[in-house]
């Protein structure tokens, strides 16, 4: 028998986090997971999974998740039923993770509104034909730079001229 979930997606809301009486950590959250087909409106829809979280993935969770991040989920899905204070009986489909990935960096979220989409500044005008010309904005050094963001640097960006490139060049 194979149980196995894999979500990527967005929380609806802010992570719950609760400890049990024994003191073992607890998060919930739902996950936005968008469909991979357009309905008859040409819109996409979404399913919205709650998610179930213990121990110090829980308190990561809880932690580092907010409304809106982007997370990747790996566990398996489970049923539980209870009985409501109506005395009906309630049944509960979750994902009890296992895993869950942050896929968005640290603070992206808050600089930026969550569109994490580094600026790659356009290449030297002295840049030579074909060749990788060294910026002094360089990801390494750091220096100059918005700490929030990495920069990469295009070595083709601006330049619509042909790449002047030997057969010698070329790995295959």
Same mark, same amino acid.
């Given at each position: 028998?194979?149980? /196995?979930? %894999?979500?990527?997606?967005?929380?609806?809301?802010?992570? =719950?986090?609760?400890?049990?009486?024994?003191?073992?950590?607890?998060? @919930?959250?739902?996950?936005?997971?968008? /469909?991979? +087909?357009?309905?008859?409106?040409? =819109?996409? !829809?979404?399913?919205?999974?709650?998610?179930? %979280?213990?121990?110090?993935? &829980? =308190?990561?969770?809880?932690? +580092?998740?907010?409304?809106g991040s982007l997370a990747g989920v790996d566990g398996r899905i489970q049923t539980r039923n209870y009985e409501n204070n109506e005395g009906r009986? %309630?049944? %509960?489909?979750?994902?009890?993770?296992? @895993?869950?990935?942050?896929?968005?960096?640290?603070? @992206?979220?808050?600089?930026?509104?969550?569109?994490?989409?580094?600026?790659?500044?356009? &290449?030297?005008?002295?840049?030579?034909?074909?060749?990788?010309?060294?910026?002094?904005?360089? &990801?390494?050094?750091?220096?100059?730079?918005?700490?929030?963001?990495?920069? +990469?640097?295009?070595?083709?960006?601006?330049?619509?001229?042909?790449?002047?490139?030997? !057969?010698?060049?070329?790995? +295959?």
């Open positions: 028998m194979i149980n /196995r979930v %894999v979500l990527v997606g967005r929380l609806t809301k802010n992570p =719950e986090l609760r400890y049990t009486p024994n003191g073992v950590a607890v998060t @919930s959250f739902t996950i936005a997971v968008n /469909r991979p +087909f357009s309905n008859q409106q040409g =819109e996409r !829809d979404a399913d919205f999974i709650p998610v179930v %979280v213990w121990r110090r993935q &829980a =308190e990561n969770a809880a932690n +580092f998740l907010q409304k009986r %309630v049944y %509960v489909t979750e994902v009890v993770a296992d @895993s869950v990935q942050f896929l968005e960096p640290k603070g @992206s979220r808050n600089n930026n509104g969550g569109n994490y989409a580094p600026s790659a500044p356009s &290449a030297p005008a002295n840049q030579q034909r074909g060749g990788f010309a060294p910026s002094s904005n360089n &990801a390494m050094n750091g220096a100059g730079q918005d700490q929030g963001a990495p920069s +990469f640097d295009d070595p083709f960006a601006g330049d619509s001229k042909p790449i002047d490139i030997s !057969d010698d060049d070329l790995p +295959f």
